[in-house]
């Protein structure tokens, strides 16, 4: 039997443990991998290389992927798809293992529903933005960098008395918002999933200082409509604070991933490997409660996600 894997869409820490888990999983279990360098780009150009057991050595504690990632229009296409199909083959690849989000599985879902292909799906996404799992590789690690940033941010805010305007990743999904605000005690949270109160905000802004709070921290998702800058001026303006913003952007998908990313990767990894050695369905590996579960793809990608909103409630209770 021999296996393919590949990275695709933005990179999330905990993907080389994931890697790791896979080539070494199928590995024991008598199987060739090849690795896919560049996500599905890489499959229709052929980009494909045999791994063994010291390929994937030394990579459990690094960011990124080994096996590099891209975006490819190509692949969006029947043609694109039928020649990544035609590569596999060639290779005698008889199923496909890809981490990434949910662009990646749906490349994967649809790719095996025009080849007949088996693919199973890794979640592979600091966005924490796929329903069928509780959480996916690589967003513990991005909440633990958003919350040393605030935690740096904190600082500075309350040496210079202001109020600062974090934006954090999240076009769709709110959760490392979510997560990063209650773990770093911000004043507030805006998710795309909510609507939020501006001139509530404000007043709890000035609320703080009539206290004798040094600084406010306002955590905000990219995905919400309102700009940062368009934000930190309105606050400026109806408190009367000063009001800067910091975008985090990509630190959050750098770095060594946490101790939580590299166990849950190198258990999901391992399940793929049991579903290839079983010749399963096509299907998605993810987590519920402490169980790694296996949902069919299709019915994987029709789950919605449900946003953790309590959270805000939370978040205003410890004001």
């Known amino acids: 039997m021999k296996v393919g894997i590949l990275t695709s869409g933005g990179d999330a820490p905990g993907m080389n443990a994931c890697i790791r888990a896979v080539v070494r999983g199928c590995l024991s279990k008598g199987m060739d991998v ?12 052929d980009d494909i290389q045999q791994l063994n057991i010291a390929s994937v050595a030394d990579i459990i504690h690094r960011g ?40 990646t599985l749906s490349g994967g879902r649809e790719f095996s529903k025009q080849t007949g292909m088996k693919v199973y799906g890794l979640p592979g996404t600091i966005d924490n933005d796929l329903g069928y799992t ?38 769709h999904c709110g959760d490392i918002a979510l ?7 911000a004043e507030d949270i805006l998710i795309p ?5 501006i001139d509530k905000i404000c007043d709890e802004v000035k609320a703080g200082v009539a206290r004798g709070k040094l600084h406010s921290i306002i955590i905000k998702a990219e995905g919400v409509a309102l700009s940062t800058q368009a934000l930190a001026e309105f606050l400026e303006l109806k408190t009367g604070c000063e009001t800067k913003t910091v ?32 010749g399963a369905e096509s299907a998605a590996i993810g987590i519920h409660g402490d169980e790694i579960i296996a949902v069919p793809l299709e019915e994987a990608l029709q789950m919605k996600k449900k946003s953790h909103t309590d959270f805000i409630e939370i978040c205003n209770a410890l004001l």
């Open 193 to 197: 999933e909510q609507a939020y109160d």
């Open 247 to 278: 975008l985090l952007g990509y630190i959050q998908r750098g770095g060594s991933p946490t101790a939580r990313d590299r166990v849950l990767a190198s258990r999901m990894g391992i399940k793929a490997a049991e579903l290839v050695e079983q």
């Open 64 to 103: 990124g992927t080994i096996l590099r990632t891209a975006r490819s229009d190509s692949f969006r296409t029947e043609e694109g798809r039928w020649k990544a199909y035609e590569n596999l083959k060639s290779h005698g690849i008889e199923a496909l293992v890809v981490i990434g989000g949910d662009g």
């Open 34 to 45: 090849f690795g896919i360098y560049q996500g599905y780009h890489g499959m229709i150009k």
């Open 134 to 171: 509780d959480t996916t590789i690589g967003f513990d690690t991005a909440v633990n960098t958003a919350v040393a940033a605030v935690g740096n941010i904190r600082d500075t805010s309350s040496s210079m008395g202001r109020t600062t305007v974090i934006e954090v990743m999240g076009r």
């Open 179 to 185: 997560y990063a605000g209650l773990a770093g005690g």
